[in-house]
Nanobody, 122 residues
Framework: QVHLVESGGGLVQAGDSLRLSCAAS????????MGWYRQAPGKQREEVAS???????NYADSVKGRFTISRDNAKNTMYLQMNSLKPEDTGVYYC????????????????WGQGTQVTVSS
């Protein structure tokens, strides 16, 4: 069993900052690429940022220069520092991780958290 739990969302004003966290727990052998996704009302889920096991990062054009993704492998935790927030950043933010578990070391599966709401008012 693997669980991903996001935290850190909330209601902020445009220009403010938030820091999201995603903690993975369970029978984890290793965590490969991790990523943050968001889904605004009436829109499809989109990738916001990702980070590989070797700390290579990738960002959506809409958040480049404002968001920073990072991870602490010792804690199985990923972060998203969001600065200069805009109303269009509003949505439910989900974390995703590709994880190899102790029960079956031959496969890597993708897991999702339950999401955390971020609302940016203008």
């Amino acid at each position: 069993q693997v669980h991903l739990v996001e935290s850190g969302g909330g209601l902020v004003q445009a220009g403010d900052s938030l820091r999201l966290s995603c903690a993975a727990s369970g029978s984890i052998l290793s965590i490969k690429t991790m990523g943050w996704y968001r889904q605004a009302p009436g829109k499809q889920r989109e990738e916001v940022a990702s980070i590989t096991q070797g700390d290579t990062t990738n960002y959506a054009d809409s958040v480049k220069g404002r968001f920073t993704i990072s991870r602490d492998n010792a804690k199985n935790t990923m972060y998203l520092q969001m600065n200069s927030l805009k109303p269009e950043d509003t949505g439910v933010y989900y974390c995703n991780a590709l994880i190899k578990t102790i029960e079956d070391v031959t496969i890597t599966l993708g897991y999702w958290g339950q999401g955390t709401q971020v609302t940016v008012s203008s």
